[in-house]
């Protein structure tokens, strides 16, 4: 099975550091957001924006650990914030890969319950084979793949991040 990277580690960082400026000017407004990363991958994502976020913007940033079964998306759904900590500020969902949708729906309707200033999702890769009718408000790339093919962000423990399509 071959590896065709689609984004390298500086793709990745220009990536990130255009959807931190689409963030702020989203959410000027606003004296904090909340960025609440889907584990794990999401979450890494998630940090990465809010260093960006921290160097070009006065937002006080707050990170949020999302946990999500992906394969039993409806078993309930914890997170490192507790509801108190997100309510009534801006929130972005982010995640690495929008696939089908299905964890990011699961996630949306876990914040649903708790009243929100904004809420917005941020993906790196946007892979349009949607079965639920969620989207990514902030994307890195777009890609029209086939179903069979498999797209997977690699962040390593040197800080380097790749993404390729197999």
């Given amino acids: 099975m071959s590896k065709n990277i689609i984004l390298t580690n500086q793709e990745i960082e220009h990536k990130t550091k255009r959807i931190a400026y689409q963030i702020y000017e989203t959410f000027v407004d606003e004296n904090e957001v909340v960025l609440a990363g889907i584990a794990t991958n999401g979450f890494i ?3 990465k924006i ?3 976020l921290k160097k070009i913007s006065p937002l006080e940033v707050s990170l949020c650990e999302v946990q999500i079964d992906k394969q039993n998306p409806e078993l309930p759904i914890h997170t490192s914030l507790l509801k108190e900590q997100y309510a009534n500020k801006g929130l972005i969902l982010v995640d690495d890969v929008l696939n089908s949708g299905t964890t990011l729906i ?3 309707r876990h914040f649903l319950d708790v009243p929100l200033k904004k809420f917005k999702t ?6 349009n084979h949607k079965k639920y009718p969620v989207k990514a408000d902030f994307k890195g790339i777009s890609l029209s793949t086939s179903i069979l093919e498999h797209v997977q962000v690699v962040f390593d423990e040197n800080g380097n991040s790749y993404a390729y399509l197999s």
Avoid: K, N, T
């Fill in 106 to 108: 699961y996630a949306i």
């Fill in 45 to 47: 994502f998630a940090e």
């Fill in 122 to 127: 941020a993906v790196l890769v946007d892979r």
């Fill in 50 to 52: 809010a260093q960006e």
